[in-house]
């Protein structure tokens, strides 16, 4: 008797259990809904608000560089003189799953007023989808006269859905106490071909690797030639058979097999190679990068290095130079929302950055590409206490005084991909140079058809 | 009465399952009926076009190099499963009994399987290097000249995700083999020994179609589970080299939320969805020759 009257209590505490248990998850979950609503709500009315209220008004801008490498310091000093305006930095990671983030809250109306686009691809999307503002709107900056005419190729059916910011430079960085030892001059302009040689010679000269090439830079010079000589041909079909195409699979290939002069790209991608890291601990000797590189390379505490860096043009692939164009020219285009509540506070914010706000970021490579900006002092800030360890006159070379025409890569993400993927298959032997650009084609062909 | 107090219980079940049934409702039914209806448009993300376009993801399918090496790679992969299961199966007949450090050695085989993914990634990516990898250098130094290349070549990588793959799922079916063989009946070994049987014997011809149902069980689990697996290829190769590791469900990540066309990506999550369907009627019509109940 008592056992079953104690088991029915247990039973009954059980139940009530049950009962508020599901009780708080029903209501969380409503909760939840609720709340999401309530949100929205007030996403959808903080324009309105904000126009009206008195307090100052606040802005956020998403970028990819991290926060303590320099935009921290951007909003907190406009902040500091605009009390009116505050500015927020939230930062996104520039990779598949960071711009889905980004577009995810664009295109839900989160509050973005500004954000920064990588790669024309990523900006082509964002301003089909109506959220990139055309920035006639503002005429009181002309864009082509204070960036320079580089920032044209950002340009979409000839206008622009943002502003420019930085001056992107890709290079080659070079350990320049190797090449003097090694006898090698620094090169101002050379090919694939002389690169290759320059690769051997550091090899022999006791390092691991002549050349290794970050991911980023790898397949820039595919792009060059094509710039040079059409992604397509006359009669609309894809051109990526291109006799430099194969000079660049071929070249690349016997740097990797028969000199070893440059990792086997199985290897580099399986690794993933830190290729910073091997050029500044002294196991490679030239080093394919951009200005990105600074940021490891100022920072001596976690690389430390004990030679200077010097610094080379992107080798090219044709033999005439001045059919080269260089990745590079003008980068980190940032866009206002269209459907931002606050566009003229944005640009205010925009200009100020563009014309010089944006300087604390010059220490992690980024110097600011507007004329009305100081460029002997954002080199100054770029180089900071490091300045000694590198061969400035080759750096301002390839930043400012090598005159080659500059590209920004305009083939969708597929293309790139699909291409990545044949080279790649040739590099690690499973198909010929031959098999690799007709794939390439037939590929490239099939998306142009879609496409059209 | 009493049919009040029906209806009061059944009221109860409903508010049990309820939360769970909301949530399956809106984070599984409805968006799977939202893809099934984007799989006939050529919705992009980011892009407010939505223009119905009938079978042309499908035709589009079907006539994609990719999806048939994607495919392909999906078959090989799978082959882990049933691999896997064997291994579990022997490791788990070893350790249900006479072994020093039993106990040590299960937590051993079952620590893969609750390591995070990303970190098994890097740590097999080390092990696998084809220059200077322990694995390679092993092979090496026992005399084998030209190693595997492991991750590094569009010939091995795939065989290279299934070994890590088989090594990952050991520990979880183990211990549901071993589970298993703890329920089979000490009489029936005994009676079998009796009459002669030898140990491997006793193995082929009792416990493993004892332990069937859970074999069974494993199979069918094990091959939904590897299909729609994605962390760990994305983590260690991201679908490379080449297209050699591009599994199915990568290829619809891929379309999904790198090149953001979600219709032709829809389409091919339910060409996934028919084959697990395909496999599982398979398997259940299979299972009558081989499973003992």
């Given at each position: 008797m008592r056992g079953q009257s104690m088991g029915q209590t247990a039973t009954g505490m059980k139940k009530r259990w049950g009962a508020a248990v599901s009780g708080l998850l029903l209501a969380s979950l409503l909760g939840g809904c609720v709340g999401m609503g309530g949100n929205q709500q007030a996403t959808g009315a903080s324009g309105e608000a904000g126009e009206k209220a008195e307090g100052p008004v606040k802005l956020t801008m998403w970028g990819g560089?991290?926060?303590?490498?320099?935009p921290q310091q951007v909003v907190d000093d406009w902040n500091a003189e605009h009390p009116d305006i505050q500015v927020e930095y939230v930062r996104y990671v520039n990779d598949d799953d960071g711009n889905l983030k980004l577009d995810t809250a664009l295109s839900t109306g989160q509050n973005v007023d500004l954000f920064v686009n990588y790669a024309m691809s990523n900006l082509d999307k964002r301003t089909k989808s109506g959220?990139?503002?055309?920035?006639?709107?503002?005429?009181?900056?002309?864009i082509d006269k204070m960036?320079?005419?580089?920032?044209?190729?950002?340009?979409i059916g000839d206008k622009y859905y943002g502003l420019p910011t930085t001056r992107n430079s890709t290079f080659v960085a070079l350990n320049a106490d190797a090449l003097e030892k090694a006898g090698l001059p620094i090169p101002q302009e050379w090919t694939w071909d002389e690169a290759r040689e320059y690769a051997r010679k550091l090899k022999e000269s006791?390092?691991?690797?002549g050349l290794v090439q970050h991911m980023a830079s790898f397949s820039d010079p595919l792009d060059s030639a094509m710039v040079a000589d059409g992604y397509t041909k006359q009669d609309g079909?894809?051109?990526?058979?291109?006799p430099l195409v194969g000079k660049w699979l071929e070249t690349l290939n016997a740097m990797m097999k028969?000199?070893?002069?440059t990792p086997p790209l199985g290897e580099q991608l399986t690794s993933k190679m830190p290729v910073e890291n091997l050029f500044l601990g002294g196991d490679a000797a030239m080093l394919n990068i951009g200005s990105w590189l600074l940021r490891s390379s100022n920072n001596q505490k976690d690389f430390p290095r004990d030679f200077k860096i010097a610094f080379a043009p992107v080798p090219r692939?044709?033999?005439?130079?001045?059919d080269y164009t260089t990745s590079g020219g003008v980068g980190d285009m940032i866009s206002i929302?269209?459907?931002?509540?606050h566009k003229e506070e944005a640009w205010q914010f925009l200009k100020w950055y563009a014309d010089g706000?944006?300087?604390?970021?010059?220490?992690?490579g980024r110097i600011p590409?507007?004329?009305?900006?100081d460029r002997d002092e954002a080199l100054k800030q770029m180089l900071?206490?490091?300045?000694?360890?590198?061969?400035q006159a080759s750096l301002e070379y390839v930043m400012f005084g090598s005159g080659i025409p500059t590209f920004t890569r305009e083939l969708s993400q597929e293309m790139v991909d699909m291409r990545a993927q044949e080279y790649e298959k040739y590099f690690l032997g499973s198909q010929t140079v031959e098999q690799a650009t007709a794939n390439m084609v037939k590929q490239h062909n099939a998306w142009l058809k879609k496409s059209k | 009465m009493g049919k009040s107090w029906l209806k009061r219980q059944s009221l109860l079940g409903y508010a049990f399952i309820g939360p769970n049934m909301l949530g399956v409702l809106l984070f599984f039914v409805l968006p799977a009926v939202y893809s099934f209806y984007l799989m006939f448009t050529d919705y992009t993300f980011m892009n407010p076009e939505i223009h119905f376009v009938g079978l042309d993801n499908i035709r589009r399918m079907l006539g994609d190099d990719l999806f048939y090496t994607a495919l392909r790679n999906t078959v090989v992969f799978l082959l882990s499963v049933p691999v896997s299961i064997m291994l579990a199966f022997l490791v788990a007949a070893a350790l249900?009994?006479?072994?020093?450090?039993k106990k040590t050695l299960r937590a051993l085989y079952f620590m893969p399987y609750i390591t995070s993914g990303v970190a098994v990634a890097f740590v097999w990516m080390l092990l696998f290097?084809?220059?200077?990898g322990p694995i390679n250098g092993f092979l090496r130094a026992i005399g084998i000249s030209h190693p595997p290349g492991w991750l590094s070549t569009t010939e091995s990588s795939m065989f290279a995700i299934d070994i890590i793959w088989i090594w990952f799922m050991l520990g979880y079916n183990m211990i549901i083999y071993l589970a298993a063989l703890q329920e089979i009946p000490e009489e029936l070994v005994e009676a079998a020994r009796i009459d002669g049987a030898k140990p491997w014997q006793i193995i082929r011809s009792v416990v493993w179609p004892l332990v069937s149902p859970t074999t069974f069980l494993l199979l069918i689990t094990g091959l939904i589970m590897s299909i729609k697996t994605f962390g760990i290829i994305q983590a260690i190769t991201q679908g490379g080299p080449g297209s050699s590791t591009t599994v199915l469900s990568l290829f619809i990540y891929q379309n999904a939320?790198?090149?953001?066309?979600m219709g032709y990506a829809s389409a091919i999550s339910w060409a996934m969805f028919a084959i697990i369907l395909l496999f599982t009627v398979l398997q259940w019509i299979g299972q009558k020759r081989w499973v003992h109940y």
């Open positions: 560089v991290p926060p303590e490498n320099g959220v990139a503002l055309d920035m006639a709107e503002f005429a009181d900056y002309d960036i320079g005419e580089e920032a044209a190729s950002w340009k006791g390092f691991r690797y079909t894809s051109n990526m058979d291109d028969e000199d070893a002069s692939l044709m033999e005439n130079a001045d929302n269209a459907k931002s509540a706000g944006m300087m604390p970021m010059a220490p992690g590409a507007s004329s009305a900006a900071g206490d490091q300045a000694a360890t590198y061969d | 249900n009994k006479s072994v020093y450090w290097q084809p220059a200077d939320f790198r090149y953001y066309e």
